[in-house]
């Protein structure tokens, strides 16, 4: 593949939290309608077999995907219309409550695919949302072994994995002088002066209870409220040295009004991309892997079409282009070797294998998942 091809662009992070839109490159939520490089006025749904796969390529007719935004290479999109003459809808959403919520009414009887993360994967299943895969029409050859099997979907029944990542600390080295090796060091340095006030913590209820949590070294997928709520003392106390609750605050960390915060690993190197001086580390003992997936929907209108979009994005070619794009790591196997050496900061992508035994994906307990969001909203009265 020639590297002239891949399409390098900065975005603004990864999926969106399940709190905030925060969609990649600004791109706004609700429907986008992509328009087929071709004719698209075809009902008719003839398929042609790839070679060495069961799975066809579906001709003509219409795929519909309800994902988050700017989530795909547009030559990736285009293409894909261009060769099957599939004519492809795409609406957007802000975050996975937002993507359940809508599965849940009719509209979202009209989707073919969903793009949910690791911890939505098992609520949507269990509500009847998802359908049972077919392995035998997925070209497991191109998914890194790393990423299938995870507590979420054990035996992939719903989900294939589209990309992945994770959260840790960027700091500024000049104020925050002793580095940020595990998750105490991060809330010990933000009582001191300098740092004080400039901190941000993410968006996200789950993963700021999980930081008292991993600096504990207790699991972050408790469902011991006792626990819970002492993570949850720990954050309060915190709190006052907090200037904000946002993961992807890019300026605040660029300009210097925010010295030491929580992102994930794609938003961390776009901060470093307008900021060489900066440092990102995983802290340990544990972090976040979250893993945003293909999923077909009970519902489906067309199955055909699910299988045919999901074979053709996860193709190498098509993988390296969509991993440019997004700026974090897509499924295929031996990613960082494939990818070619132009894209900016490409290391700062990847995740390394040491640091990745250490990542842990989220569990949603549903009966006190609304105890979590009221001890998430008494931190974040803590720092007002």
Known sequence: MDPRDLEVVVTSGRRTSRRQFLGAAGAGAGALLLAACGSSSSSSNTTTKAAGSRTALAKGGTLNLWTWPAYYAPSNLKAFQARTGTHLNIATYDSNDTAFAKLNTAGGTSFDIVVPTSDFVPVMASHNLLAKLDHSRIPFRYIDPKLLGKVFDPHNEYSIPKDYGTIGVIYDPAVVKHPIAHW????????????????????????????????????????????????????KAFAKNVKAFNEFDVSGVTSGAVVMAIVTQGTARLMMLQKKSLKFVIPEPQSELWVDNYCITANAPDVNQAYSFIYYMLQPAHQLKDCAYIGYPTALPDLQKKLPANVPLRSEIFISPSDFARLVPHVIHPAIQGEVENLYSQIQAAAA
């Open 184 to 235: 105490q060091d991060f809330l010990d340095a933000g009582y001191k002066p300098g740092i004080t006030g400039k901190v941000e913590l993410p968006d996200v209820p789950d993963e700021t209870l999980g930081i008292a949590l991993w600096a504990e070294g207790k699991d972050w997928n408790t469902d011991n409220l006792a626990e819970l709520r002492h993570a949850a003392d720990v954050m």
